[in-house]
Nanobody
Framework: QVQLVESGGGSVQAGGSLRLSCAAS????????MGWFRQAPGKERAFVAA???????TYSDSVKARFTISRDNVKNTVYLQMNSLKPEDTAVYYC?????????????WGQGTQVTVSS
């Protein structure tokens, strides 16, 4: 069983930056894809970014060149550096973990952290 705890959310003005962290416990972090998703009010949860167990990254078009996902397999933590934030980035951000060595599938989710960007 994997437990995920997000932190780092908050309120920021447009153009600002935030760094989200997601601490994982339960073992085998280094063998899992890790992803960030977000859900804005009235909208479905949407993919933001992912990093594979080997370090490969993917991003949604809406955040590419502004957000950076990274991982620290010693600290069992995945990060999302968010720069040049826009009001449309306002959402609850969720961290997710895949089954071991399984891409494109997420089975563990954190509780979410709120990000609010004001204009």
């Amino acid at each position: 069983q994997v437990q995920l705890v997000e932190s780092g959310g908050g309120s920021v003005q447009a153009g600002g930056s935030l760094r989200l962290s997601c601490a994982a416990s339960g073992g085998t972090f280094s063998t899992r894809n890790m992803g960030w998703f977000r859900q804005a009010p009235g909208k479905e949860r949407a993919f933001v970014a992912a990093i594979s167990w080997s370090g490969g990254t993917t991003y949604s078009d809406s955040v590419k060149a502004r957000f950076t996902i990274s991982r620290d397999n010693v600290k069992n933590t995945v990060y999302l550096q968010m720069n040049s934030l826009k009001p449309e980035d306002t959402a609850v951000y969720y961290c997710a973990a895949s089954p071991r060595f399984t891409p494109n599938l997420y089975e563990y989710w954190g509780q979410g952290t709120q990000v609010t960007v004001s204009s």
